[in-house]
């Protein structure tokens, strides 16, 4: 399991969005609604729920060193702790 930063994946990130299975999948119509992961495939919804929890983006980081920049390094470990 991933703890931390997630690296980004250009070539992934491409062979997710033309995947000849998300296409035929798409194309009759077999789409879940959002939230029924849990029905479709338990096992990978517990994985990503718990990816999703433990991992960060790197545009997070960037986010926060815009802002620290901007308004304050002070400022910005405030407003962190106040929203974790």
């Keep these: 399991m991933?703890?931390?930063?997630?690296?980004?994946s250009?070539?992934?990130?491409?062979?997710?969005r033309t995947s000849w299975k998300r296409?035929?999948?798409?194309?009759?119509?077999?789409?879940?609604?959002?939230?029924?992961?849990?029905?479709t495939n338990p096992k990978r919804a517990a994985y990503n729920r718990i990816y999703n929890r433990t991992s960060v983006g790197c545009g997070l980081v960037f986010v926060i060193g815009a802002l620290a920049v901007l308004v304050g390094a002070a400022v910005v470990v405030?407003?962190?702790?106040?929203?974790?």
């Design 23 to 39: 296409v035929v999948r798409h194309s009759m119509g077999l789409k879940a609604p959002r939230g029924m992961g849990w029905l």
């Design 10 to 16: 250009l070539k992934k990130r491409i062979a997710a």
């Design 78 to 84: 405030k407003l962190i702790k106040t929203v974790l």
């Design 2 to 8: 991933k703890i931390g930063f997630r690296i980004p």
